[in-house]
Nanobody, 116 residues
Framework: QVQLVESGGGLVQAGGSLRLSCAAS????????MGWFRQAPGEERELVAT???????AYADSVKGRFTISRDGPRDTVNLQMNNLKPEDTAVYYC??????????WGQGTQVTVAS
């Protein structure tokens, strides 16, 4: 089992910045990919960014150039630096990990609200 705890959400004006963090605990040695997803009201959950053990990253087109995903330690913490935020970035942001054996774990979510 892997437990994930997110932090850093909040309310920000358009053009502002927020930094989300996700701390993993438990069987973290089994993690090989960590990432962030988001879900806006009435919308499906969508990928924001992911990072693997080698540091390879992937981003949704809508956040490229504005968001940066990073890790503190290979498996323990993943961060999402969000700059130049837009109202359409408003959503609940979820941390997700994938472990060897293909199990997937989710955090509880953190609200990000961008005011216009």
């Amino acid at each position: 089992q892997v437990q994930l705890v997110e932090s850093g959400g909040g309310l920000v004006q358009a053009g502002g910045s927020l930094r989300l963090s996700c701390a993993a605990s438990g069987r973290t040695f089994s993690i090989y990919n960590m990432g962030w997803f988001r879900q806006a009201p009435g919308e499906e959950r969508e990928l924001v960014a992911t990072i693997d053990l080698s540091g390879n990253t992937a981003y949704a087109d809508s956040v490229k150039g504005r968001f940066t995903i990073s890790r503190d330690g290979p498996r323990d913490t993943v961060n999402l630096q969000m700059n130049n935020l837009k109202p359409e970035d408003t959503a609940v942001y979820y941390c997700r990990t994938v472990v060897y054996g293909a199990n997937v774990y989710w955090g509880q979510g953190t609200q990000v609200t961008v005011a216009s």
